[in-house]
């Protein structure tokens, strides 16, 4: 859920109230030397989510740490890789909150990395050029700069918040406190790869996960930096779709107006699925969807600067599929993510391809069912003159292969949507009312998605996501990076979050 130009990191950089408070402490301290420290060690253990001996070797490492701050721990086991499972109970608690955590990431290509390798962190400053350039790391007592970056994979996506999320637990301690309320942690160890096997290891453990409400530690926040408090995300199908020409490239030359071209049938076909201004128009896929006027108030109340975002981006105009861009993600979208046909660049060749491919996700939300939009995707493609298979075309088939879709789907995890009064929202906003001393940025709905449907649903709990690193953080991408003033600010606001005494039950 994205990487944005040097431009609009720029505009980020300096807009939280986080900020400001760094300016107070550019010293650093004994705590935050102790978190660096924790961090780096993290970040030394590879995570690829396809990579299982990583993710064993990674949760062997994981399970001790959690269990030096009070948790005892076991392990969740699925047809992939396990789920970790840690659980503290704190003294004369009457509430109890499951979190979930993120601990697998991103393939990485060291040759696209500006550092030794992806998994030995480095710290860098950006020069006057807006290069950035490594640096030594700072000890006890050194003076540091916010604006420094952490670079090494899943320093944002999601090793950064698990580090806050354990570091805040031992700043509760060390003020001899203890958590607001009995915590259940769900590390998910296959985020990255769609969480395939969550919701069956949500409903099989489901009264080991019982919980009262869920808090997820995940993500940016909204563009502008603030503290943000996101209420719902947006689930995520994929589709291919594959149309077909002659049964082996032909010499445009010999057939060009004569023999079939996959790749034009395949951009008519997607082409008719979307009007010029941006809008779905395959018949009712936004069915279901109303956004009544408090609705559309409380999306106006997010403060996007939409010039900027555009900006940042190379853009100058937005799709008008609805009047902000907080109003367009509580549709469900429908996004071509990759196309392939034939060859390109210094091996482009003058021939009639064989055939076509798009790669196709759609962002569900709420009220959409996923399994309807796909067969509605499926019904359009039919109502412009194509017949829809499951796979290649075999045997009889082969003979009308140009009128032919091969569609194929997966559904991945639903939407999710908690209410703003519901108790984790509650919590999380008056921890940040405390530590900020202003309401945080309420998001309806996040436009990306995260598998917290699988939770929500079948444990039957509200669920607020509270964001702690810094939106221009290339996650997923090269030179992944985590802000150092935000990863530092992010563990005293999930400290505030963890101390935040639930109102007592009605």
Known sequence: MKRLNAALAALFAFATTANAEETKRPILSDAETESISLFREFLSHPNDAHDRDAILKLIEWMEPQFEKRGFSTRRIET???????????VADATRTALIYLQADGQPVDATKWDQPSPWRAVLKERNDDGAWSIIDWP???????????????????????????????????QGEEEPAFNLKVIIDTEEELGSPHLEDAVVANSELLEADFLLIFDGPPHASNKPTVTFGARGITTLTLTTYGPNAPQHSGHYGNFVPNPALALARLLASMKDDAGRVRIKGFNDGVKL???????????????????AGMGLSAADKTAASLQEAIQYPSLNIRGLASGWVGDEARTIIPSMATAEIDIRTVKESDPARLVELVRRHIEEQGFEVIDHAPIGEEAHRRERIVTLTHEISYGAFRSDFEAEPGKIARAALR???GEEPILIRSAGGSIPIAPLVDTLGIPAAIVPSVNIDNNQHSPNENIRLGDFLEGVERLKAVLSEAPEPAE
């Not at 106006?300 to 975002?309: H, L, R, S, T």
Request: net charge negative.
């Open 79 to 89: 047809a992939g890789a396990p789920q970790l499972f840690a659980e503290r109970h």
């Open 434 to 436: 405390r530590r900020y």
């Open 292 to 310: 009544t006027r408090s609705v559309r108030e409380t999306l106006a109340n997010v403060p996007d600067d939409e010039e900027a975002i555009l």
């Open 139 to 173: 000890e006890q007592g050194d003076a540091i700069d916010p604006d420094w970056r952490i670079f090494a994979r899943s320093a944002s996506d999601s090793k950064g918040p698990m580090t806050q999320f354990l570091r805040a637990i031992d700043a509760i301690e």
